[in-house]
């Protein structure tokens, strides 16, 4: 049995039931659990013809249907990229004009009717590689200069009619990721409320950062289980209708509960838990767990996302039919002690950075 995130004191996981009514699309998350975007990379890839490429696949359909029978009320998958020029690696979703095709179209279909299984409100994440787009694919991608220099984006209204749920992750790093919000972040959510967003998801680090200085986190965001609150704090009373989502370092119910009681939030995201236990949110809810699985990574956040990568591969190998009511059929536990597995896999996770410098 896995071993559990330690609890200060037991916590009542009512409020976590409520819905969310979003402002724009009237939409309904029937609870506020978040499945956050996180890239599966478990698309078809050819790089000798991208009009084969992109396409979601079995393991993604199979991952898709874990999650959302897991018991969320929103789910956002992975990026799915705008642009084949500008993904951030091989086998990632992606949707162009130009690459437009009955199969593409059908594959998207049945991986968003895999993610709706459940019942939760199922997003695609759109996305731009920018400058992060590896030189192997892209030696000069689209992306802002590192020149700052003031700028006006243009985002037209979202029309309500239209009925889709539009949200918008706001990325601390992008602000300096200090401990508390600069009146440059607290503006531009305001901005999205009066755009009529229906949610942002404030959350923090990028790819680049999460490689590069994987181990470095800082103290004072290791002692928070909210890392990223003082920026819902402060950004919650600016904002009118936008519903607000934090995701990041959540792992116990209580720790939840403080963040929607203390109306910080509306809702709160659970990323690396949900690929160690797709259940975590109906498991959550039904009050059968206090916290979420433990992680013997826990301290090095590249450790611990690379160990969930392959959590999520043990995932999609075998569909909801094959493995019934135990969602985590199949799936290691990495929240004991470092077995010998899993020192293997840290060996080769430490060539990572290097390797991923030299791209
Ligand atoms: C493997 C992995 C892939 C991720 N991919 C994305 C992504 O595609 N888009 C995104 O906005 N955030 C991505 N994230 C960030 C997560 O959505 C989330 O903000 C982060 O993991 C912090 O939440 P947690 O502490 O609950 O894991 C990713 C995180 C991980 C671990």
Redesign the pocket.
């Known amino acids: 049995m896995a071993k559990r995130w330690p609890i200060k004191e037991k916590g009542d996981s009512s409020v976590l039931n409520e819905s969310i009514q979003f402002p724009t699309s009237k939409k309904v998350a029937k609870n506020r659990l978040l499945k ?5 990379s478990m698309s078809t890839w050819d790089s000798q013809d991208m009009s084969k490429s992109g396409f979601p696949t079995q393991q993604l359909i199979n991952v898709y249907e874990k999650w959302s029978l897991g018991g969320f009320g929103l789910l ?4 799915v990229f705008v642009d084949p020029n500008s993904v ?1 690696g091989p086998e990632m979703s992606f949707i162009h004009p130009n690459f437009d095709s009955y199969e593409r179209k059908n594959a998207f279909r049945k991986s968003a009717n895999a993610l709706k299984r459940g019942g939760g409100l199922a997003i695609a ?1 759109l ?1 731009h590689g920018g400058r992060l787009t590896p030189i192997k694919i892209n030696p000069h991608p689209w992306a802002p200069s590192s020149i700052r220099h003031e700028s006006k984006v243009k985002i037209k209204e979202i029309p309500p009619e239209k009925g889709f749920i539009v949200g918008i ?1 706001v ?1 601390t790093h992008e602000f300096g990721n200090k401990d508390f919000p600069s009146d440059e972040v607290v503006k531009i959510c305001q901005e999205f409320d009066k755009l009529g967003f229906d949610f942002i ?1 404030l ?3 990028t ?1 680049e950062q ?1 490689i590069l200085n994987a181990d470095k986190i800082r103290e004072s965001t290791k002692n928070r289980e909210a ?1 990223f609150q003082e920026y819902s704090r402060q950004i919650k009373p600016a904002v009118k209708n936008v519903k607000l989502y934090l ?5 116990t119910v209580c720790g939840m509960n403080d963040v929607i009681n203390s109306g910080i939030a509306d809702g709160v ?7 160690a236990e797709p259940d975590i949110a109906k498991k959550i809810l039904s009050g059968e767990v206090q916290s979420v699985a433990y992680n013997v990574f826990e301290d090095s ?1 590249m450790f ?3 160990s ?2 392959v959590l ?1 591969n043990q995932a999609a190998a075998t569909s909801v039919d094959e493995t019934g009511d135990d969602l985590t059929s199949g799936m290691s536990d990495y929240s004991q002690t470092c077995s010998k597995a899993i020192l293997k896999i840290s060996i080769v996770l430490k060539m990572i950075p290097k390797f991923m410098k030299r791209m």
């Open positions: 956050p975007p996180m890239t599966e956002v998958t992975g990026n951030l994440q996305s992750k990325n998801e959350s923090g680090g790819v999460m890392f995701t990041g370092g959540l792992r995201g659970i990323g690396r838990p949900c690929m956040y611990y996302m690379m969930s990568l999520l």
